[in-house]
Antibody
């Protein structure tokens, strides 16, 4: 079954770090752009970051630029999001998503909750 | 403040039709493809429409998408109680170089 599974979320203090992972199964992971999208509790979807198929190109939302780093390991079909200098406003469910063609997302993970609080 | 503007809520009776609008600008909707997502309570978003008006395999033809200028519209016919969800539009913004989403529209099937 085609599947994306996130892990790595949890409770972290302001200023702390977390590394999220997104494991892909039976998916042509290697040939696709991958993205992270987040959703604060009770709020809408917000795009966070993207990475191209070979990992050579990345981009970020202004709100996370310089603090978050997206990467991927194509040998292990895994996407990562390294989050540093976390703030309370980073609290959200983080989804990984596969881009189908033109910034449209045909597969989503189940999400992993990141809570930044002291 | 989202780059794309959607109505916060819409409602209609079972069996009826509803449309959800998504308004943007020339830097996003005006020059890029629009996609639509359905998010049922407590679940991840699901792709309903891509490339303005195409449906992925498995999405019933009750769902349709259109685009005109800097606005896009999602249409749902034959409403069912199971359609109650939040709906989001999304696209690329060429000026900001980011993906942008609408604020979401909550559909209630009365």
């Amino acid at each position: 079954e085609v599947q994306l599974v996130e892990s790595g979320g949890g409770l972290v203090q302001p200023g702390g770090s977390l590394r999220l992972s997104c494991a892909a199964s039976r998916l042509i992971f290697n040939n696709y752009w991958m993205h992270w999208v987040r959703q604060a509790p009770g709020k809408g979807l917000v795009w966070v970051s993207r990475i191209n198929s070979d990992g050579s190109r990345t981009s970020y939302a202004d709100s996370v630029k310089g603090r978050f780093t997206i990467s991927r390991d194509n040998a292990k079909n895994t996407l990562f999001l390294q989050m540093n200098s976390l703030r309370a406003e980073d609290t959200a469910v983080y989804y990984c998503a596969r881009e189908k063609s033109y910034e449209d997302f045909d597969y989503w993970g189940q999400g992993t909750l990141v809570t930044v609080s002291s | 403040q989202s780059a794309l503007t959607q109505p916060p809520s819409v409602s209609a009776a079972p069996g009826q039709k509803v449309t959800i609008s998504c308004s943007g600008s020339s830097s996003n909707i005006g020059n890029n493809y629009v996609s639509w997502y359905q998010q049922l309570p407590g679940t991840a978003p699901k792709l309903l429409i891509y490339d303005n008006n195409k449906r992925p395999s498995g999405i019933p033809d009750r769902f349709s998408g259109s685009k005109s200028g800097t606005s896009a519209t999602l249409g749902i016919t034959g409403l069912q109680t199971g359609d109650e969800a939040d709906y989001y539009c999304g696209t690329w913004d060429s000026s900001l170089s980011v993906v942008v989403f609408g604020g979401g529209t909550k559909l209630t099937v009365l």
